[in-house]
Nanobody, 124 residues
Framework: QVQLVESGGGLVQAGGSLRLSCAASGRTFSIYAMGWFRQAPGKEREFVASISPSGSSTAYGDSVKGRFTISRDNAKNTVYLQMNSLEPEDTAVYYC?????????????????WGQGTQVTVSS
């Protein structure tokens, strides 16, 4: 069983930055793609970013391109989401997820394990 634990959420003013971390258990972290998703109250879950097993390939949702950066440290079984130029519209619970595959994907059903989420609130 894989466990994912997110941290780093909080309250920040518009224009500020936050760095989310997601620590994964297990020995197979480095062979799967990882992703970040978010869900705001009353809205559907939204793809934020994904990263390949080696970290050499990444993909982003249109709303965060150029502002957010996903990275990973396989030695630490950890994936990160650096969020810059935050906007009130970025307010949501952010979830880390481990893919079923090694390829990048924006589709939530292609992810096998999910963290409990961390709240990010951006004030205007």
């Amino acid at each position: 069983q894989v466990q994912l634990v997110e941290s780093g959420g909080g309250l920040v003013q518009a224009g500020g930055s936050l760095r989310l971390s997601c620590a994964a258990s297990g020995r197979t972290f480095s062979i799967y793609a990882m992703g970040w998703f978010r869900q705001a109250p009353g809205k559907e879950r939204e793809f934020v970013a994904s990263i390949s097993p080696s970290g050499s390939s990444t993909a982003y949702g249109d709303s965060v391109k150029g502002r957010f950066t996903i990275s990973r440290d396989n030695a630490k079984n950890t994936v990160y989401l650096q969020m810059n130029s935050l906007e009130p519209e970025d307010t949501a619970v952010y979830y880390c997820a481990r893919s079923k595959y090694s390829s990048l994907s924006p589709r939530g059903y292609e992810y096998a394990y999910w963290g409990q989420g961390t709240q990010v609130t951006v004030s205007s």
